[in-house]
C-alpha cells in the first residue's frame, strides 16, 4: 500500500479523503449516516490471506485479512476475537481489519473460497422419505436429488453461517457504531431509517411456479393472497418447463401482482460454465424484457455474485441468509438488501416452503414464527419462498394461510411493512441516494422521496445499541 507522505494539492487531499472513508463505505451505506462521522483506520500490515476471526461476543463472524494475528483458515469452535486489538479514541477507530472486506466477503460468500469453507453436498444417509413419494411427481429432478441426498444428521450443528438466522453483517455493523458513539463521545448517531413510514421492517412473499401444476394454480393463488390483502411475486421459468402465454403474465400483472424471471429452464446447469452462462444470461435478459419483468431468482438458489452484473435485473433474490438446507452451502448472513455491482441482492431470510415441509416434514408455523420474530428485531426484510406446485393441497395450503394471518397481523400490530420485492428495490434505491445533512441544530434529509424517510438515532443503553426514530420518542428496539 502506498503511503502518501504530504498532501500536496486538493486532488491528493480528496483522495486521502477517499482512502479514509472507503473501509468504512460499507457501514455508511448502510446505515446513510453523515459521513464526516465515522472515520476508521487499518492498523498494521494485514495478513497474506483473509482467514475466520470474531468480533465481539455477540457471535458476529468476519472473513478477512486481519494485522492483530493470523486468522483461521476454517471455522473452529473459537475463533480468535479481534475486540481486544481495537482501539477508539479521538473520532477515529483503529482497527486491524478492514472491515468493508470482511463485510462484501460475507455477503458475496466469499468465504466459501477457504480451505474449511468448500461446499460439501449432504452426507449420505437416512434418506427423508416420508411425504417425499407423495410430492415426487411435482418436483424437478435437481429437487428429487436434493431430496434422495439429504441427511438430517447434524445439519443445524453448524457454527456458521448460524441456524436459523445469520446476523454476522449487522453485528459487524451494529460494533462499528458503538465504537464509533464511544470514540467520538457522541450521545447519538443520526442515520435515515431503514424502511419508508418508521416501518419496523419489511416483508415480501414470493411465488417461484416450477411445473405446470403450479402454473395452473396461479389464480387461485391469487385469490388466497388477495383474501389477506397481500399482493406477492411471481417467478416464471421461460423456456422448457411450461408453456407461458401473454395472457398468464397479463393476469398476474393486472391483478397487481409481480412478474419476475425465475432462471433460463430450471435444468440446475446455469452456473456450471462460464461460457455457457454469458449464453444464456443473454437470453434470460431477453425475457426480462418481454416479461417486463424487473427482478430475478435463479433455480434452487444457486449462484455466482461474480458473474451477477451480466444479468440486467434491478434486483436479484437467489441468496439465502443461511443455506444449511439448500444444495448450495454457504450464506450471506445479514437481513438487509444490498448492492452487488448495479444489482441490489435482496437475500432469502426465511426457510423455504420446501425445506419446511418436506425436508424437515414440519407443518407447524414455529419456525417461520422464530425467523420473523429475529428478523423484526433486528429491522430487516423477512422474504419467504412458497411454490404454487406445493400448496395445492388442503394441509399445506393451511400452513400458508397461517403465514399470511401472522403477516397481516404483524402489519397492525407491528408496524410491518409487507409489500411487493420491486417495491422494496424502488425503497432502497431511493434511500441510497439519499443524504443525511446537518440543518440548524438538528438534521435534515436530502433526495427524492424524502417524505417517507424518516431521520433515526442510535445509542448506547448499558452498552447495548438501540435505534429510535425521530418523531416517534419511543425506542423501536435494539439492534
Ligand atoms: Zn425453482
Not at 492498523?43 to 497474506?48: K, M, P, Q, R, V
Not at 434452487?300 to 434491478?314: G, T
Not at 403477516?407 to 441510497?432: C, F, H, I, M, Y
Request: with cysteine; proline share 4%.
Amino acid at each position: 500500500m502506498a503511503v502518501v507522505h504530504e498532501i500536496e494539492s486538493d486532488d491528493m487531499r480528496a483522495q486521502l479523503e477517499f482512502t479514509l472513508s472507503d473501509i468504512s463505505r460499507t457501514v455508511i451505506d448502510h446505515f446513510k449516516c453523515p459521513e464526516d462521522l465515522m472515520r476508521m483506520e487499518v492498523t498494521g500490515d494485514l495478513s497474506e490471506k483473509p482467514g475466520f476471526f470474531q468480533f465481539g461476543d455477540s457471535g458476529a463472524t468476519c472473513y478477512a485479512r486481519c494485522s492483530a494475528f493470523r486468522p483461521a483458515a476454517r471455522i473452529v469452535e473459537d475463533l480468535r476475537d479481534v475486540s481486544h486489538h481495537i482501539q477508539a479514541e479521538g473520532g477515529i477507530i483503529n482497527v486491524p481489519f478492514d472491515p468493508s472486506e470482511a463485510i462484501e466477503a460475507i455477503r458475496c460468500e466469499r468465504y466459501m473460497r477457504s480451505e474449511g469453507g468448500a461446499a460439501k453436498s449432504f452426507s449420505s444417509g437416512r434418506i427423508a422419505r416420508t411425504g417425499y413419494y407423495a410430492i415426487r411427481r411435482f418436483l424437478p429432478v435437481s429437487a428429487r436429488r436434493h431430496l434422495q441426498r439429504f441427511s438430517l444428521r447434524d445439519w443445524n450443528k453448524r457454527a456458521f453461517p448460524r441456524w436459523p438466522l445469520d446476523t454476522s453483517v449487522e453485528q459487524i455493523m451494529g460494533n462499528l457504531v458503538k465504537l464509533t458513539l464511544k470514540s467520538r463521545g457522541l450521545d447519538r448517531l443520526p442515520f435515515i431509517w431503514f424502511w419508508p413510514d418508521g416501518a419496523t421492517a419489511a416483508a415480501m412473499v414470493t411465488h417461484d411456479v416450477e411445473t405446470v401444476y403450479g402454473r395452473d394454480f396461479c389464480p387461485q393463488l391469487m385469490d388466497i393472497d388477495d383474501h389477506y390483502d397481500i399482493k406477492t411475486s411471481f417467478q416464471v421459468v421461460p423456456e422448457g418447463r411450461y408453456a407461458v402465454p401473454e395472457s398468464y403474465l397479463e393476469e398476474i400483472r393486472r391483478r397487481g401482482f409481480e412478474v419476475n424471471i425465475h432462471d433460463l429452464n430450471h435444468d440446475s446447469q446455469l452456473f456450471k460454465d462460464f461460457a455457457e452462462f454469458q449464453r444464456r444470461a443473454k437470453a434470460i435478459n431477453q425475457y426480462g424484457v418481454s416479461f417486463k419483468a424487473r427482478g430475478f431468482r435463479s433455480a434452487v438458489l444457486y449462484r455466482n455474485p461474480d458473474w451477477l452484473n451480466l444479468l440486467h435485473f434491478e434486483y436479484d433474490m437467489s441468496m439465502p441468509n443461511v443455506a444449511h438446507l439448500d444444495p448450495q452451502r454457504g450464506g450471506c448472513c445479514t437481513v438487509f438488501p444490498y448492492f452487488i455491482g448495479d444489482v441490489l441482492e435482496i437475500p432469502l431470510t426465511a426457510i423455504q416452503d420446501y425445506s419446511l415441509l418436506y425436508l424437515l416434514r414440519d407443518y407447524s408455523l414455529g419456525l417461520w414464527k422464530t425467523q420473523i420474530a429475529m428478523i423484526l428485531d433486528r429491522h430487516g426484510v423477512i422474504s419467504f419462498i412458497i411454490h404454487p406446485d406445493y400448496i395445492t393441497k388442503k394441509r399445506e395450503q393451511r400452513v400458508y394461510q397461517d403465514l399470511l394471518e401472522h403477516l397481516s397481523e404483524l402489519r397492525k400490530t407491528a408496524g410491518l411493512w409487507v409489500t411487493l420485492p420491486g417495491d422494496v428495490n424502488d425503497w432502497w434505491r431511493q434511500r441510497s441516494r439519499m443524504r443525511l445533512v446537518e440543518s440548524g441544530d438538528g438534521w435534515e434529509i436530502l433526495g427524492e422521496g424524502r417524505e417517507r424517510a424518516r431521520i433515526a438515532f442510535a445509542s448506547l443503553e448499558d452498552d447495548e445499541l438501540v435505534y429510535r426514530i425521530a418523531d416517534r420518542g419511543a425506542a423501536v428496539a435494539s439492534a
